[in-house]
C-alpha cells in the first residue's frame, strides 16, 4: 500500500508517503504559506521517495477541524491530485490524527479554535483503530465534554491556549499533557492505511472539509 497523505489544517504544513510501512516525510512551519509552499515539498518528497502519483493507491488529507483556510487549501490539493491520477481520497479528522500521534491510549484531544473556544474530542485506542468516546465538536474550554477515568492525556493546541481552564475541567483525569502535539501528516496516513484497504476512499469530488464553526470572527458587538 502506497499513500501520500497531506495536512494543512494548523500553520504547520506537512506531507507524508506511506510506502509499505515506510513513511518518508516532509514538515514546515508555514504559517499561511500553504499554498506557496506545498506543491514544492510534494516535488522534492516525491522525488526522493521516487514514486510517481499514478503509483499511489490513495491520498488522504486532515479534513479537519482546524484553520478555514488550510482546510480548503488541503481538500482542494488532495481532489486535484487525486483527479489527475484518477486515486481514491479519504478525509481524516485532524483531531484523531492529533490521537494517533500522542503515543497514548486515551486521548482528549483539543485544537485551539480561537475566539475563546476550542475543537475537542475524546478518543480510545481499541486494538488497531480509535473509538471516539466523545465526537468532534466545538465548545468553550470550561463546558467541555466530561470522561470517565484518570489515565488521560492531554494533546494539542488547546492545552497550550486553555490549559487553566482544561486542567480545572479535568482535574486530575489528566496524567499529561501534550500541548506542542500538532496533527501531522505522518499520523494521517497511519490512520488511513486501513481504511483505504478496506475500500473507504470516496472519489475526489465527494471529498470535503470538516467545519464544526459557521463564521471565524466575532462581530463588534460580541468583541
Known amino acids: 500500500m502506497k499513500i501520500l497523505a497531506l495536512n494543512t489544517s494548523t500553520e504547520h504544513c506537512s506531507l507524508a508517503l506511506w510506502l509499505d510501512g515506510a513513511v518518508v516525510e516532509r514538515d514546515v512551519l508555514a504559517g499561511q504559506r500553504h499554498t ?5 515539498m510534494l516535488q522534492a518528497l516525491l522525488a526522493e ?3 510517481s502519483l499514478g503509483e499511489l493507491d490513495g491520498i488522504a488529507f486532515g479534513s479537519g477541524p482546524g484553520s478555514f483556510t488550510g482546510l480548503r487549501i488541503g481538500c482542494g490539493i488532495a481532489q486535484g491530485l487525486a483527479f489527475g491520477a484518477d486515486l481514491p481520497v479519504l478525509g481524516i479528522c485532524t483531531l484523531e490524527a492529533l490521537a494517533e500521534g ?3 491510549d486515551h486521548v482528549i484531544a483539543c485544537l485551539d479554535a480561537r475566539m475563546g473556544e476550542i475543537y475537542h474530542a475524546v478518543y480510545s485506542r481499541q486494538e488497531e483503530d480509535w ?3 466523545s465526537a468532534p465538536g466545538l ?18 493546541s488547546g492545552f497550550g491556549v486553555h490549559c487553566e481552564a482544561l486542567l ?13 502535539a500538532i496533527p501531522h501528516a505522518r499520523d494521517v496516513a497511519c490512520l488511513a492505511v486501513s481504511r ?28
Open 196 to 223: 483505504l484497504e478496506r475500500g473507504q476512499g470516496v472519489e475526489a469530488w465527494n471529498a470535503a472539509p470538516l467545519y464544526l464553526r459557521d463564521k471565524i470572527a466575532l462581530k463588534t458587538s460580541e468583541r
Open 102 to 104: 500522542s503515543g497514548a
Open 139 to 156: 465548545y468553550a474550554p470550561e463546558a467541555a465534554p466530561p470522561v470517565e477515568g484518570n489515565d488521560w492525556t492531554g494533546a494539542g
Open 168 to 180: 480545572a475541567r479535568y482535574g486530575d483525569q489528566i496524567q499529561r499533557v501534550a500541548a506542542e
Open 36 to 40: 506557496e509552499l506545498i506543491l514544492p
Open 49 to 51: 521517495a521516487g514514486v
Open 131 to 133: 473509538q471516539a468516546l
